[in-house]
């Protein structure tokens, strides 16, 4: 079992940054991937980035070049640095670590972009 808690969000302007965490605990030895996804109201969740347990990291197309996705030096910590964020960039933000066939969520943590 592994448990996430994300942290970070909140209201931004256009152009501005934000970095979200993900705090993971339980059974973090053996998670094999992480990631970022995100639902817009009325939308379907979606794809924002992911990074393996050896470090490869995968983006959206909508995000790539103004987001990067890192992990701590101790495993438990994943990080989504946002930057030149977009209206359309909001939406509640998940964490999502797959441990051996199995996919688990955090609780989501709000982005709002907004003038």
């Known amino acids: 079992q592994v448990q996430l808690v994300e942290s970070g969000g909140g209201l931004v302007q256009p152009g501005g940054s934000l970095r979200l965490s993900c705090a993971a605990s339980?059974?973090?030895?053996?998670?094999?991937?992480m990631g970022w996804y995100r639902q817009a109201p009325g939308k379907q969740r979606e794809l924002v980035a992911t990074i393996t347990s050896a470090g490869h990291t995968n983006y959206a197309d909508s995000v790539k070049g103004r987001v990067t996705i890192s992990r701590g030096s101790a495993k438990n910590m994943m990080y989504l640095q946002m930057d030149s964020l977009q209206p359309g960039d909001t939406a509640v933000y998940y964490c999502l670590a797959v441990d051996r066939g199995a996919n688990y969520w955090g609780q989501g943590t709000q982005v709002t972009v907004s003038s």
């Open positions: 339980g059974s973090i030895f053996s998670i094999l991937l």
